[in-house]
């Protein structure tokens, strides 16, 4: 056997288990610790984690039972597992969905006792219950909560698999929800601009402030607003 001396890339250590078990500590940790001042930025912080987690959870296990609904009527062998692996990969922005579309595929192809109708009912419903999932409810609920475009959803979910594998692809809603709300915060108190104005226009998706290099302040959103 050959073995590569190519060096080891971040992603290959964050996917690793002891890593993913260092993240979940810490985000124990974040969790249990004391409750933050209302009006404080890490208030923001874990109000914002706490919604992101609360909905994709309902979203992930309404899925998930959809899916092993569907399944279990069509009598598709392995329902349960593959309602259990779309549990996990809903949690994966836009590639665990499609991941999750193509797991009945393998039994299609190796299990001749799969009628035509039982694999058109398990590959036509669930794929459209994902295609309507990730392309309007979830946009449209995570787009309210946390005033991000899907596209930049869709940006920060490459790169932060970049930096922490299918750890960051997991957190990437939280962890650019949060930057957001710190860059926010930034240019409320007028620190950093207009480079924070930018980068606050950036991670909300708003093209025409990049464009023309003015992000208007809150106060003037409100005024325009009433």
Known sequence: AQFSDAPLHPSHLAASPLAGALIIIFLAFMLLEAPA???SLRKKIDDAVSRYLVLKSLISVSVAFAVYL????ASFPLALLIALLTLVLNFIPNVGPAVAF????PIILLDPDV??????VAMVVPGLLHLTVGNVLEPLLFGRQFSMKPLVILLS???WWIVWGPVGAVLAVPLTSSLRIVTQHFVESGVGRPYMDFLAALLEGRTMSLRTG???RPEARAEKKT
């Open 157 to 159: 979910l490459g790169i």
């Open 70 to 73: 569907t399944l279990a009527i």
């Open 37 to 39: 001042p209302t009006s």
């Open 214 to 216: 003015a992000t208007p």
């Open 102 to 105: 193509l797991l009945p595929i």
């Open 115 to 120: 009628k035509p109708k039982q694999a058109w």
